[in-house]
């Protein structure tokens, strides 16, 4: 089997979760969730936990280096042999050399960047909907999310669009089932 390095990239409630859940059960990746890596050292309160939750209850960015040590050490878990997709992860133009040169020491290369689009108002609305008991579903954290987006894309999206073909676009404003068709096909496309 071909190994797989994909990230899944858009806004927070685009559905980038959601669908990475389904489609590594389908198809034998791993998910690296740099968001559900917080949320379980902080479960575990462990010091890295802890730490993150500074930032994260207010809705700021974790730190490029803790965020990247833990990438790096969830890269050396087996399960991540065929490949794996990132979700929430890189959210930094440091972070996305630095997924760059991970990918490197294990001979490897991402081979795609799908991109979720959702309007803001769209995302907003799911988020505030949504109330998972999460820390930071509060509606002031939600905004504070949501307007780091912009800022997030802007560090990241213009490295991957510098690759021709690397980049592929999905529209995250259609029912679950409809997405999910779409994001497996492309995610297939890399195993082949
Ligand atoms: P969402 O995409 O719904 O905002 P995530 O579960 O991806 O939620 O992330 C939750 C929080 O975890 C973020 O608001 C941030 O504080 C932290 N976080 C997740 N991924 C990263 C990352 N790559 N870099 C820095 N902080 C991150």
Redesign the pocket.
């Known amino acids: 089997m071909t190994r797989a390095f994909i990230v899944f990239f858009g806004p927070?409630?685009s559905g980038k979760?959601t669908q990475a859940k389904r489609v590594v059960e389908e198809v034998g990746l791993a998910q690296i969730?740099?968001?559900?890596l917080?949320?379980k050292h902080l479960d575990q309160q462990t010091p890295l936990g802890i730490k993150?939750q500074e930032?994260?209850s207010r809705?700021?960015?974790?730190p490029?280096e803790i965020?990247i040590d833990m990438v790096r050490e969830r890269l050396k878990q087996p399960d991540c042999a065929n490949g794996a997709i990132f979700?929430?992860?890189?959210?930094?133009g440091d972070?996305a050399v630095a997924l760059d040169n991970l990918l490197k020491e294990l001979d490897a290369e991402l081979c795609m960047v799908i991109d979720f689009e959702l309007p803001l108002d769209v995302a907003r609305a799911r988020?505030l909907g949504r109330q998972e008991g999460r820390a930071?579903d509060k509606p002031e954290v939600i905004e504070r999310?949501l307007s780091d987006h912009a800022k997030v894309e802007a560090s990241v999206m213009p490295h991957y669009r510098a690759r021709p073909g690397l980049v592929r676009t999905v529209d995250g404003n259609r029912p679950v089932e409809d997405i999910y068709q779409d994001v497996l096909a492309l995610v297939r496309s890399c195993l082949e």
Not at 33 to 36: A, D, L, M, Q, Y
Not at 59 to 62: C, N, S, T, Y
Not at 87 to 92: I, Q
């Open positions: 927070p409630g979760g969730s740099t968001g559900e917080f949320r993150a930032y994260m809705g700021a960015l974790v490029d965020t979700d929430g992860f890189p959210r930094t972070q988020l930071d999310r």
